[in-house]
């Protein structure tokens, strides 16, 4: 799978104070006929816009509202669960992403590793399949988490060839079938278009995206991530939605081809199939995940440790509004817990856990729309 | 900054967040004392006995040598300083144990004198215990050592006493050391963070985050290139701001948490808020690079031999004056200022104009840092 050759004078580019004031001045000056909402639905979009302070720069009629974006929020407390169970009583060794072991189950990976299972954080699957190689008497788990993007560099570990004693426990998502569950909960009116992500479409290409515009009228946007990119894409959505236009377009033409990286959608056919999955605090969503197909059935975790997912763990802790935020229903602001009894260092939803989780970039910017709405309309439950 | 070798693998063998590889073979059972593991520390190193004197002799006397330790009574016995003390305790788990710009031992020296130095003291003495882990090769030890006895006489400071304990190996990993320091206090040392106040400038003597990176690079198998580590002592610095006749409000070094997590603390303790300013923050490009590879802030990333002070707006002149005569405080810096208390601890100014919160880190980004 063939990297984008971007380098840092491009980069330099897209974060170019006088490109963004630029881009911030053009949006100031749109005449909406009313207030508008976009969503996003990637974490990294989520990360970006509160890492360069973008929602200060947007003018008063734009919202940027998070949805379920970061594949770690909405991986089900009961899929945590099972990679748990495999670490405290399989003697395999679990290895994941440093975010994932924080997420809280009946207990946290990270709680487990410290009653003494065996959980490593990992940069990516190839450290996995190293330490399987290193260690051949033990077996070795790789707790798989991510959308497309993600799913790619396992499809490729995969076909590549991987010890006997390597097996994946996935908990894939797709984002194409999610965002078209989001159209279909979405009242009229509530949402005027999508930010697209601009990974996830690098790899599947424009085209999973066509019939959801044409079912939903709502104007989508690829976009990137650096200032420049995102400013780029609003402006380009705003345009649209002011002009009544539902149109599906790329704004990050220098990392996404319309047609997607075919090599890696190859990849993922031939290693995944789609099955029915379950989003924490959405529910159920239709060939939304991805599941090892049967000629990999001997590194498909579940099968050969023979467990399943136990439903009757929780997902959503009471007075939690995760599920709320990551449909992007409410800001983190208003859920009562937020900054108060759920914080970064004791998180009690995903969304608090993760560092791509809304509530979570939400704690890093705080600018004025934190201040109206504290003071305003959280009602304070002790 | 390279990534795979030629035939588009990630580079193994190197370091990897889980427990470096130390087979060698040998198990606990098989090293009991009485063997004689040449280059290796056996258990009987650390028996109190003849492989114990000899190894402090040969070794930790030869470099640290000074008229105190090479005593070796149990105990250290030293002239008081005239006036306050300032006494200091640091542990070391860092791994990797050896990374471009130091080793556990120049941080084991350099992290126990800048505790003293930012409590406005004049380090005099250490004392250095260590963990060694069996099958540790001596020559590492050695290396290790002769770090530490350079750190220390580029800090001035004397190290008089140690400890040295042996432990079954895959019981501690290389090694792990744990220091105390001891300093006297002079005139001009700090007030205090109570008397942080707002219109008070935030000051860096340099480019902050190289430590972290560097050690984020090699975790994550990535070839640092140029990049190292920035330990040093701080001991010039702290001399040179007491020699402006200046008494800061506050000095600190970033190390675990870095800038951000400071800066908070700082913060939260006085009750203000600090503003920080995107565009005025020294951070070198090879840092950013890894930081934006890896998804790392290079404010959370530890610095190993910087210096933060507050300081009244009048005083900052001077203070950057004596900094930027020292080699090491070339680029000292303002990076910010205190303001009344805000939505967060420290409200960061992005260059566009839009803002972003920094509060004390949450978890940990990168363990066993130093």
Known sequence: MSQPQVDDAAVGRFREAGRVERLVGDIARLDPPRPMRFMHVCGTHENAICQFGLRDLLPPWLRLVAGPGCPVCVCPAAEIDMAVRVASSSGAIVTTFGDVVRVPARISLSDCKAQGGDCRVVYGIADAVEIARREPNREVVFFAVGFETTACTVAAALLDGVPANFSILSSHRLVPPALAALCSQTAAGELDGFLLPGHVTTIIGLEPYEKLVEESRLPMVVAGFEPVDVLLAIRRLAKLTIEEHPALENAYGRCVRASGNLAARKALAEVFEPSNANWRGIGAIASSGMRLRESYASHDAARRLGIEPDGSIADIHPGCRCGEVLLGRVEPEECPLFGRKCIPEAPIGPCMVAFEGTCHARMRHAGRRFESIRVDSIRVEE | ?370
């Open chain 2, 1 to 370: 900054m390279s990534t795979t070798n030629g035939s588009g693998r990630r580079r193994t063998g190197t370091i990897r967040l889980d427990r470096p590889d130390r087979s060698d073979g040998g198990s606990a059972v098989g090293s009991t004392t009485g063997e004689r593991s040449k280059g290796l520390i056996t258990l009987a190193h650390g028996s109190g006995g003849r492989l114990t004197y000899d190894l402090v002799k040969g070794l930790f006397c030869r470099h640290f040598s000074n008229p105190a330790l090479d005593l070796l009574s149990d105990s250290a016995v030293l002239d008081s300083p005239v006036g306050s003390m300032a006494f200091t305790t640091d542990g070391f788990v860092v791994s990797p144990l050896f990374f471009p710009g130091g080793d556990i031992g120049s941080l084991a020296v350099c992290g126990t004198v800048n505790d003293l130095v930012v409590a406005g003291a004049v380090p005099l003495w250490l004392s250095a215990a260590f963990f060694l882990e069996e099958g540790l090769p001596i020559g590492e030890l050695e290396r290790i050592v002769q770090s530490m006895a350079a750190k220390a006489a580029a800090s001035g400071v004397k190290i008089v006493t140690g400890d040295t304990k042996v432990v079954d190996k895959g019981h501690g990993d290389g090694v792990f050391i744990a220091t105390a320091g001891v300093g006297r206090l002079h005139a001009s040392a700090p007030v205090g963070s109570a008397s942080v106040a707002p219109g008070d400038l935030v000051l860096v003597s340099g480019p902050i985050g190289d430590h972290g990176a560097v050690i984020a690079a090699l975790r994550a198998g990535l070839d640092p290139g140029g990049l190292t580590s920035d330990c040093a002592p701080l001991t010039p610095l702290g001399a040179a701001i007491a020699q402006a006749g200046v008494r800061p409000k506050l000095l600190r070094d970033p190390t675990r948490g870095g800038l951000a997590t400071l800066l908070a603390e700082v913060a939260k303790d006085a009750m203000v808020s600090i503003e920080l300013a995107e565009s005025q923050l020294p951070v070198r490009d090879s840092v950013r690079g890894v930081c934006d590879l890896l998804g790392l802030d290079p404010l959370y990333l530890p610095c190993e031999g910087r210096l933060v002070a507050l300081v009244e707006a009048a005083q900052v002149d001077a203070v950057l004056g004596a900094l930027r005569r020292i080699p090491d405080g070339a680029d000292a810096t303002v990076v910010g200022r205190v303001v009344d208390a805000d939505v967060g601890p420290v409200v960061l100014r992005t260059r566009y104009g839009g803002r972003r919160l920094y509060d004390t880190l949450a978890a940990e980004q990168l363990p066993r840092i130093c």
